[in-house]
């Protein structure tokens, strides 16, 4: 089945660094999403993109839907404590209702 | 308006045994979809219920079962538990069925099977 790789498995920051991460596939996606999963809770979503080369910021996140459609990534500025948590992206595959998710990026920021 | 909600928050089931699952659906949400996380993994799809019929299913087997109620609510049920059923189950609910509807997720029920 479709598979999304997703890394780095875990990431080591200090407060304010910038932080980046990414997803690939095998094959091509129509949907690519990145959510945030605090201890305790399910997936929130952070940013949603429907076509190929969008770039779609929130507040201090920002993604981008390759252009090749099998690739994506999450970018995080000037990172502070409540960043913490694991990342995980997700996405739609062709012709393909139900959602696909890669293995998660943990961020964890140094005291 | 009120979020998702599942219950039980926690449950500890031993091999062979049976167990059901709830979700309540965000308010105005129709459709609901269920995922199993491993630890350390990201969720996998178990499957989706619109209007009280099962839209499409991940690759689990037939024991994995599952309803929706005129209220939209859900529920999983779990016949013959595997050791290897031990996850969070998370239920998600939506506007409808299309791409573009923004999943909202429950906290999640952890199920541990002895």
């Known amino acids: 089945g479709q598979q999304l790789n997703q890394s780095p498995q875990s990431m080591f920051i200090q407060e304010g660094e910038d932080v980046s991460m990414n997803c690939t596939s095998s094959s091509i996606f129509n949907t690519w999403l990145w959510y945030k999963q605090d201890p305790g809770e399910g997936p929130v979503l952070l940013i949603a993109l429907y076509k190929a080369g969008e770039l779609t910021s929130n507040g201090r996140l920002t993604a981008q839907f390759g252009i090749t459609r099998k690739d994506s990534f999450l970018n995080i500025s000037a990172s502070i404590p409540s960043d913490v948590g694991i990342y995980f992206c997700?996405?739609?595959?062709?012709?393909?209702?139900?959602?696909?998710w890669g293995a998660g990026t943990k961020l964890i920021i140094k005291p | 308006e009120t979020g998702v909600t599942q219950s039980p928050t926690h449950l500890i089931k031993t091999r062979g045994q049976q167990v059901t699952l709830r979700c309540s659906s965000q308010s105005g949400h129709n459709t609901v979809s269920w995922y199993q996380q491993a630890l350390g993994q990201g969720p996998q799809f178990i499957f989706q219920?619109?209007?009280?019929?099962?839209?499409g299913r991940g690759n689990f087997p037939p024991r994995f079962s599952g309803l929706q109620f005129p209220n939209y609510s859900s529920e999983l049920n779990v016949n013959a538990l595997e050791l290897d059923d031990s996850a969070l189950y998370l239920c998600?609910?939506?506007?409808?069925?299309?791409?573009?509807?923004?999943?909202?997720f429950g906290p999640g029920t952890r199920l541990l099977v002895l």
């Open positions: 998600a609910s939506s506007g409808g069925t299309a791409l573009k509807e923004t999943q909202y």
């Open positions: 997700a996405g739609h595959g062709r012709g393909d209702y139900q959602l696909i």
């Open positions: 219920y619109y209007r009280e019929e099962e839209n």
